[in-house]
Structures are given as C-alpha cells and as structure tokens.
C-alpha cells in the first residue's frame, strides 16, 4: 500500500533519513522505534509531502506520492496526526474537527462522520464549544486522533501519540489506535514507548541514524536481544 524506496531527506547539512527504505501492507499496524534523533518524525513528515526529498521516491496504491503538495497526498487518502497534538488552540473542538474533513466536498457525510467522533469521544462532545487550547494534554490528543480520522483515510499516521500523557490516558489512547486498525484503517506509528508499540503493532522497523537497521514481526522484535537491550530495559 505504501512504499518507501531509497528516501533521503536532509536539513541542510543534517541528514534527517539516509536511504530509508519501509514498506506497509494495507491493513496492517506498523510502528518505527529508535532513539531521539533517528529519523522517525522526518519519515512520517516526508510521507506527508512536509519535506521534499533529497532521493528515492513514495508511492501510495501504486501511485507516485512523493514530489506531490501536502493537500494532493491527504486526498489518496493519507491523514497525519503529528507530534505534540498540534490542535488549534484558539479554535473550537468543533471547528478543529471540521478542518480535519476540509477537503472533503461530501460535506453531508462530514457531519455525520462528526456526531459519530462525538459518539466515541463523549468528552468531545462534552466539550465541543470550548477551545481546544482550554482541553488537557490527553484530551487535546484524542482531538488531533478524531481530527485525523474526520478526512476518513486509508492510512493514518500517529507520531509519537503518547508523549507526555498520564497512564490511564495512554492506555486509552493505544485502546483508540487498536480499535481504529481494527475498522480497517492501516495506521503507521511512531512511539517512544518501545515495549508498548512492541506490543500492538504487527512489524516495526527500527532505526538508527537515518537508517533502518532492523525489522521484524512484532514477536521477532521483542525477541531480538540486541532490541532487548538497547530499548526494552533488559
Ligand atoms: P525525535 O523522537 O527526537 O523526534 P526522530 O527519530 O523523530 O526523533 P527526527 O525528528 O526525524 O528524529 O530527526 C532526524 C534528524 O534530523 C535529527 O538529527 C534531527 O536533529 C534532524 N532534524 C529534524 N528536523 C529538523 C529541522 N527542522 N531542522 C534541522 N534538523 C532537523
């Protein structure tokens, strides 16, 4: 479904990928571990059509996505929900929803696709007034979730959903990412949590410096004791 050949992207002298080469199958949880720095966030923002690419090509279904501006490749179908919930603080959770189906033109169907948002997150609804920078951190991340989803994409990316979360909203929010992969969404992922991302995704490629050095099943990977070691604490 999605596929990364040979991507470099660099920041001036910075290399942020190095020839990175990913692939994920439609319907499948794939996530990408690594330490700071690795190169994740620049993977998934290079996906995104965020940042033009040094070498290699993306393809999406089969088609050329890379090189494509941001709002073509949210079109195909692809939704991104980035690091640090990034939810427009002054706005409404309503209208923050909205802009998550602006570029749908079934505007019908958007506002169904809402009330059902508002059916699963009741605090959203609870809520849908207020402005979003008003909302807690674990709330302000279920709205960049919904957000997301209200372009009804084949593929959702999640960079780094967790961070800076308390527990029982982390819990909820891996519950939220499950539950969306299982209604047939495809989801790409990039946590900190390396044991918990482990533990939910169906592969996972780990990086380092730009690169992937390893990939696996989910039961490969927790079984690597290299992976072990350097990021599961033994
Ligand atoms: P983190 O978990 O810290 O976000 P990451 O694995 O997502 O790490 P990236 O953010 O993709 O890593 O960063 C990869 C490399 O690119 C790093 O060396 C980083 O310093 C560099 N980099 C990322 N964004 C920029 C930027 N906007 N300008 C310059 N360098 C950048």
Redesign the pocket.
Known sequence: MLKLDQVTVR??A?V?IDRLSIEVREGELVTLI?A???????TLRAISGLEPLAHGQIHFDGHRISGAPPAQIIDRGIAHCP?GRRVFPQLTVRENLEMGAYRRSDRQRARQDMERMFDKFPRLRERSGQAAGTLSGGEQQMLAIARALMSRPRLVMFD?PSLGLAPNFVEMIFELILEVRRSGTTVLM?E?NAYAALEMCDRAYL?EG?HVVTTGTSREMLANPDIRKAYLGG
Not at 36 to 42: D, E, M, V
Request: proline share 0%; net charge negative.
């Open positions: 920041y001036g910075t942020g690594g700071n720095g690795a190169g994740k966030s620049t690091e780094e990039v900190q990086l730009g």
